[in-house]
């Protein structure tokens, strides 16, 4: 049993910034990879960020000079530091884990946190 919890979504203005934070917790042994996506209404869900567990980075062209994904593995936790925010930044996001727990290999998602850029 795995769950991650996301946090620091809310209502900023166009230009501002955001953190998220996405805490895993459970039976995990290791973690291959965590990485955020974002669904804006009526569009599919879409990555934005990878991060593994030795540190190596890819980013979406969309948030890419933006955005920046980090980790503290010790925590099992992942960011995403949000600047130069856009309305089409507009979405719920979602924390992504790629892990082995005692079961094996997993995938898991968090619940969403809602990330709103008025102009």
């Known amino acids: 049993q795995v769950q991650l919890v996301e946090s620091g979504g809310g209502l900023v203005q166009a230009g501002g910034s955001l953190r998220l934070s996405c805490a895993a917790s459970?039976?995990?042994?290791?973690?291959?990879?965590m990485g955020w996506y974002r669904q804006a209404p009526g569009n599919q869900r879409r990555w934005a960020a990878t991060?593994?567990?030795?540190?190596?980075?890819d980013y979406a062209d969309s948030v890419k000079g933006r955005f920046t994904i980090s980790r503290d593995n010790a925590k099992n936790t992942v960011y995403l530091q949000m600047n130069s925010l856009k309305p089409e930044d507009t979405a719920v996001y979602y924390c992504?884990?790629?892990?082995?727990?005692?079961?094996?290999?997993?995938?898991?998602w968090g619940q969403g946190t809602q990330v709103t850029v008025s102009s």
């Open positions: 992504n884990a790629d892990l082995y727990s005692n079961r094996g290999r997993e995938n898991y």
């Open positions: 459970g039976s995990i042994f290791s973690i291959n990879a």
């Open positions: 991060i593994t567990s030795g540190g190596s980075t």
